[in-house]
């Protein structure tokens, strides 16, 4: 075998996934009861039940997204998705900062979201107040499991993301429905009231307003539907079923979360307020209120499985980020990040490197709690951000005519819908990153812009040590159009 046989061969994952695999994969990632539990309180705190009303803005904003990114998998059906989408329409300068932010926002929410399965996790071991170490514990306790998880092969990182669907069903609609059915006590007028404890400003609509605000909160629910592309090389006939993942995820996922908060909605007494527990914990409060104590032990497990597997999601995205950019020789120690495992074809150090961050992450939670806030506040204005590079040049490839669709397009629609699309997301970064005064903490109020200006500075100086060695190599983007056009 000749040499470039072998260094091809030891870069070709293994194509265990099927369609239903991506769904469940990118499913998984969103997850309905990490989107809903993440965000639900703060939402409603802030605007009110008429905050439901943002999930429909955000989503069909997102669904415009979605549209491109089914489009772009479908000509770049390759590990690394907003990475090597942008390589393709604007080089690969432009394609390392994407690549950069989005490693950043995977790993800091794969730290947040253990933390979150932590939480859960404590109250299953009947820790009903649980120090912030001990949730770190716990939180490195399932960042390990997790990576070895990830370690062990793709076969059980897809059972696990099976069975996250399977609490999904269970513990969103599942739930919604057994509400709806038996302890509904509003009207559906309640969604027309702005109502809530925390006055942010005057003016529910204006740009310092309740209802921006929620849609800040609401934005982090419905992301992940990109994911599926993140893994595009491990799926079999990427082309045709990675479209479909993408588009099917969001879609679901948008269903399941807005009929669980409407039910939640629906099934909140007048009195809620003085419930025990209400104003940390609304969902929790008013399912034990609504189907009693005997439901807590259940919920709080559901609610561990779809965070850890949001977490295994996570993990895997970040690590094959990081290892579709070592590929292309465009990160320090390339060569040891571009090695697959020779068994199950697996990028073994892009995982560990995860878990290492992931690590430091727990430990900056406990000792210097500003800067993981600041962190934690950069993810959600961190997938936007990303998300700006790789539609943005469609944009312009399309009115430029130099864009080549794949096997899903939408023809003539592409460019309009790919104007709509930048639209939405300038708008929601910039609803993100504006600087409210929440934190009483300038640095915090500003935290979206001063955590991209952070890893900005980083990824430059990066950036230019590796420069001329990315420019120089033949990327992965260069391989499949020169494939294509033969």
Do not use: C, H
């Not at 409603?44 to 803005?57: E, Y």
């Not at 006939?237 to 939640?264: C, D, Q, R, W, Y």
């Not at 995205?317 to 390339?334: E, H, K, Q, T, V």
């Amino acid at each position: 075998m000749s040499n470039s046989s072998a260094t091809t061969q030891s870069q070709t994952l293994k194509r265990d996934f099927s369609f239903g695999s991506a769904f469940a994969f990118a499913f998984a990632f969103i997850s309905p009861i990490v989107a809903l539990y993440g965000i639900y309180g703060l939402a409603i705190s802030t605007a009110g039940p008429s905050f439901w009303w943002g999930f429909l803005i955000v989503f069909g904003g997102q669904l415009l997204v979605a549209l491109v990114f089914a489009m772009l998998v479908s000509r770049w059906p390759l590990e690394g998705s907003i990475y090597q989408w942008t390589a393709g329409l604007a080089g690969r300068g432009t394609a390392w900062f994407a690549g950069w932010v989005y490693i950043w926002t995977l790993i800091i929410a794969m730290a947040t979201v253990a933390l979150g399965a932590a939480g859960f996790i404590a109250n299953l071991l009947g820790m009903t107040e649980p120090s912030g170490t001990d949730k770190a514990l716990i939180a490195f306790v399932v960042l390990v499991v997790g990576t070895v998880i990830n370690l062990a092969g793709r076969g059980i990182l897809k059972g696990f993301m099976y069975a996250s669907i399977v609490a999904e069903v269970i513990g969103s609609i599942g739930l919604g429905i057994w509400l709806l059915a038996t302890s509904r006590v509003q009207d559906f007028s309640v969604l027309f009231d702005g109502g809530a404890s925390i006055d942010v400003a005057d003016g529910y609509f204006s740009l310092t307003g309740s209802f921006l605000v929620a849609m800040v909160f609401i934005g982090f629910s419905f992301v992940g539907f990109e994911s599926a592309g993140s893994i595009a090389e491990e799926v079999r006939e990427p082309k045709k079923n990675l479209p479909k993942a993408v588009l099917f995820s969001i879609t679901f996922i948008a269903i399941v979360v807005m009929f669980s908060s409407l039910a939640i909605i629906l099934a909140t007494p007048t009195n809620a307020a003085d419930l025990p527990g209400y104003d940390v914990d609304p969902v929790y409060t008013v399912l034990t209120a609504a189907l009693g104590q005997g439901v807590a032990l259940p919920v709080q497990a559901l609610f561990a499985i779809g965070f850890i597997a949001s977490f295994l999601a996570l993990q895997t995205s970040a690590s094959r980020m990081i290892w579709a950019l070592a590929r292309d020789n465009a990160l320090p120690f390339s060569a040891s990040l571009a090695k697959l495992s020779k068994n199950q074809r697996q990028p073994v150090v892009p995982i560990l490197i995860t878990t290492v961050i992931g690590t430091a992450l727990f430990l900056l939670s406990n000792v210097a709690t500003d800067l993981y806030i600041l962190m934690v506040n950069f993810t959600s204005g961190g997938f936007y951000l990303s998300f700006l590079f790789p539609v943005l040049a469609f944009v312009i490839a399309v009115f430029g005519g130099k864009w080549k669709s794949g096997p899903f397009s939408l023809g003539k629609a592409s460019g309009f819908v790919g104007v709509l699309a930048l639209v939405w997301i300038i708008f929601e970064l910039l609803n993100i990153a504006w600087p409210r005064p929440f934190w009483g903490n300038p640095w915090l109020d500003w935290s979206v812009v001063v955590g991209a200006v952070g890893i900005g500075i980083v990824g430059v100086i990066i950036y230019l040590s590796r420069r001329s060695r990315i420019l120089s190599a033949k990327s992965a983007v260069d391989k499949l159009d020169a494939a294509d056009s033969k």
